[in-house]
């Protein structure tokens, strides 16, 4: 592997991880504090891809809002 397959790759899991660990913390909250479940999204209904949706979409404004407000870098690899 060259050494920008490494940053990209990288650089993917770091955003990936972020997104997914938002997306399961907005997902503890809407269970316990607002009562709403995502359930499983192999059986899920038009509500319930909504509210995976909005789950997701609040997850990655969030993680924006991070990193816009240099809290979390942008790329965790930036020159290899």
Do not use: C
Not at 66 to 73: E, G, R, T, Y
């Amino acid at each position: 592997m060259t050494n920008p397959d490494i940053k990209n790759i990288g650089n993917l899991v770091y955003h990936a991880s972020v997104l997914s660990a938002l997306t399961v913390g907005y997902g503890i909250i809407m269970k316990k504090f607002l009562k709403i479940d995502i359930g499983d999204p192999s059986r899920a209904g038009v509500q319930d891809w909504v509210k995976l949706a909005l789950t997701v979409s609040a997850a990655e404004g969030t993680r924006e809002w991070l990193v816009k407000s240099n809290i979390i870098p942008t790329n965790i690899f930036k020159n290899i």
